[in-house]
């Protein structure tokens, strides 16, 4: 490295740094800047839970699958890397709620389990006559007082009932962020919300007025809102990859340590190599940050915040196995129900691309919070339950010919209520304390891939603007 060259280092190679190196390397690629990048990965490939499973015509996500298309970040890194004609739409389809042992339609016109049109809302047997009643009665409901942060479900049991909150909007928040919607904070997941609550009182007529026109094409005409890659999400990680510059990625290298020498850093490595950074991207979990930097007071912020452990499961069978289906993609599961699983998704249906001709492919989830031994179980004891769960609602007549649990520990960070408070306190010790390192990623300011995504982007901003200024001072 030039003596008059700054250098960045990302640590972490999901998609977050993934992100951060590839548009910090264009930066300075396309300006001319005197700064080197350096991505840091401890595993031994980069892309986090951008993982793709391969076998006999069958395409399975280990981790997530897919993204909105109106998260338009997303989109247009695809493009910046090569992907965007690998892009494909989900097919659309009904998504049901197994409560009291029955599958139910959600109700059409509900937003987030915020019920927006009468009639579907009256007629669904997923909630009683008292359950309807008490939600009606946001109708006339006093707006909440004002508060910093309170819990989602605080929020949502106070305005619509318990009933509501426990068939409906917890089994939908949970097959987000798998987390317990009464420690969950409303004012950093959904402050929509609470804006809707304080400007319109009634979250029903809020968000009625609030919600976009039904689509009149037909359902064959219908886009479905979802994104994937037709080549597995691994292959939007590795496409990224290969534009970055291959003698700026470290694999299977720890950071044990960071230390501050004068202006710049030095980054410990396992085995005792050193690197020296002038300007730092955290794109590791918050536990990872606290073990790094446990010498820093203000990280305690981050000693016990939880993060939930989840598993995905995956079964092929062929067509014949499954006599009994649903006229839909999948469904999600009331957390009032005895059940191990989480949610089911019909991929076959959601996302042919996944599945060969006459194979059905069913991908389920387990894990959440308080609920999580069932991740620490053996493969073998994992597929049973799921299959025991999965007899509850249809027919299948044969073991599956593929069978692949993939687990995520401590994956899923609980955004609790105050979280923004920790996050700001943290922020300000590092800009006073150890100026020029941020912090990026899904423990932070949002989770799945675009959030992600835009925090990398920020991050890339924020390394810029600090160098900038810090050149200013040389």
């Given at each position: 490295m030039s003596a008059s060259k700054k250098q960045i280092v990302i640590i972490g190679g999901g998609i977050t740094g993934l992100t951060a190196a590839y548009y910090l390397q264009k930066e300075v690629r396309e300006n001319q800047l005197p700064y080197t990048v350096k991505l840091i990965e401890a595993s031994h490939r980069l892309g986090g839970q951008m993982q793709t499973f391969k076998k006999d015509g069958y395409l399975i996500e280990r981790g997530p699958d897919s993204f909105l298309e109106t998260k338009e970040k997303a989109v247009r890194l695809a493009a910046e890397v090569g992907m965007q004609e690998k892009l494909v739409h989900n097919i659309p389809g009904n998504t049901f709620i197994m409560a009291n042992d029955q599958l139910h339609t959600i109700p059409g016109g509900a937003v987030m389990g915020i019920p927006t049109e009468v009639l579907p809302f009256m007629t669904t047997r997923l909630f009683s006559i008292p359950g309807k009643l008490r939600a009606a009665a946001d109708l006339i409901l006093p707006r909440s007082q004002a508060v910093d942060d309170q819990s989602l479900g605080g929020f949502f049991r106070r305005r619509l009932g318990d009933e509501v909150v426990e068939n409906l909007i917890e089994p939908l928040l949970s097959g987000i962020y798998a987390g317990d919607i009464d420690k969950m904070s409303l004012m950093t997941l959904f402050p929509h919300f609470y804006q809707v609550e304080k400007k319109y009182r009634s979250l029903i007529i809020g968000m009625k007025k609030g919600a976009p026109p039904r689509p009149k094409e037909s359902p064959a005409e219908r886009k479905g809102a979802f994104l994937a890659f037709e080549t597995g999400l691994q292959s939007f990680a590795d496409a990224i990859t290969a534009r970055l510059e291959p003698d700026s990625i470290k694999l299977g290298f720890r950071v044990d340590k960071v230390k501050k020498r004068q202006k710049r850093y030095e980054i410990e490595l396992n085995g005792g190599e050193l690197l020296?950074?002038?300007?730092?991207?955290?794109?590791?979990?918050?536990?990872?940050?606290?073990?790094?930097?446990?010498?820093?007071?203000?990280?305690?912020?981050?000693?016990?915040?939880?993060s939930t452990s989840v598993a995905t499961i995956a079964l092929g069978f062929p067509k014949e196995a499954v006599q009994q289906d649903i006229n839909g993609t999948g469904f999600l599961i009331s957390r009032n129900s005895d059940y191990t699983i989480t949610s089911c998704t019909w991929l076959h249906k959601k996302w042919p691309h996944t599945t060969p001709d006459g194979k059905v492919l069913l991908r389920c989830f387990v894990g959440r919070s308080g609920g999580e031994a069932i991740v620490d179980l053996s493969d073998d004891q994992i597929v049973t339950n799921v299959l025991s769960d999965l007899s509850n609602t249809i027919t299948i007549n044969q073991d599956p010919e593929l069978a692949l649990v993939s687990r995520w520990s401590h994956a899923m960070p609980q955004y609790t209520v105050g979280h923004q408070k920790r996050l700001a306190r943290v922020t300000k010790g590092l800009q006073e304390t150890l100026p020029g390192i941020f912090i990026a990623g899904s423990s932070y300011n949002g989770v799945g891939l675009p959030a992600c995504i835009q925090q990398g982007e920020e991050a890339v901003n924020n390394v810029l603007d600090y160098l900038q200024e810090s050149l200013k001072c040389d």
């Open positions: 020296t950074a002038d300007s730092i991207v955290m794109a590791v979990p918050h536990q990872t940050v606290h073990t790094i930097f446990s010498d820093y007071e203000f990280f305690q912020e981050f000693k016990d915040v939880p």
